[in-house]
């Protein structure tokens, strides 16, 4: 089955700082690859995802990530940290059981922004 | 576009009751998913429907979990009895059919069990 592993469970960061959040994939098929964000008492919503197209993928809020094959990586990055980007950040894998899609996550990172 | 709803918002409950919880998806949408969220944890697949077929429910306790998908539109998620450990959040998300479709999300029932 494919998976998904995020590094650091928590992240913080300066208001203006770079935010990079990493996802490492394990998949033995071209994966397709999405990052959600989950902000306080609110459902999953969709960043940005990556289906074989341009490796470089833009997202909403100025989030993008860059699909790296012989890294296996997925990683999220934004130049300038909001205050507003201060959520949780899940990465997941489209894995294929025959002609049904699972979607699989990884644990998440927390996002804290600092004034 | 009307997103996916989800009822209740919270739900209380003591160990050994029973509890429901109900999704509405997307208008369209084939595949449903119920994820349970256990706190500081990335959402784990309960089971997937394509329409109203189950296609997934290898991690689903079947011993007190139990999900039907009624005309392939709306869903009901059944805990009976319900465990301390069952205490998390519930998504329900929909999409179409396909790999590499987005999953669309409500905004989940948080269950504590007391």
């Known amino acids: 089955a494919q998976s998904v592993t995020q590094l650091g469970s928590h992240v913080s960061v300066s208001e203006g700082a770079l935010v990079l959040l990493r996802c490492n994939y394990s998949s033995s098929v071209p994966p397709y690859l999405f990052w959600y964000v989950q902000y306080p008492n609110q459902g999953l919503q969709l960043l940005l995802k990556?289906?074989?197209?341009?490796?470089l993928v833009k997202g909403i809020n100025d989030f993008e990530a860059e699909f790296k094959k012989s890294e296996t990586s997925f990683h999220l990055t934004k130049p300038s940290a909001h205050m507003s980007d201060a959520a949780e950040f899940f990465c997941?894998?489209?894995?294929?059981?025959?002609?049904?899609?699972?979607?699989?996550f990884g644990k998440g990172t927390l996002l804290t922004v600092n004034p | 576009e009307a997103g996916v709803a989800q009822s209740p918002r919270y739900k209380i409950i003591e160990k050994r009751q029973s509890v429901a919880f109900w999704c509405n998806p997307i208008s369209g949408h084939a595949t449903l998913y119920w994820y349970q969220q256990i706190l500081g944890q990335g959402p784990k697949l309960l089971i997937q429907?394509?329409?109203?077929?189950?296609?997934?429910d290898s991690q689903l306790p079947k011993d007190r979990f139990s999900a039907e998908r009624l005309k392939g539109v709306d869903s009901t998620l059944k805990i009976q009895p319900a465990k301390l450990e069952d205490s998390a959040v519930y998504l329900c998300?929909?999409?179409?059919?396909?790999?590499?479709?987005?999953?669309?999300f409500g905004q989940g029932t948080r269950l504590t069990v007391v």
């Open positions: 998300a929909s999409s179409l059919r396909g790999r590499g479709t987005e999953a669309f």
């Open positions: 990556y289906t074989s197209a341009a490796t």
């Open positions: 997941a894998v489209s894995d294929s059981g025959g002609s049904n899609y699972k979607l699989t």
């Open positions: 429907f394509q329409n109203n077929g189950v296609v997934d």
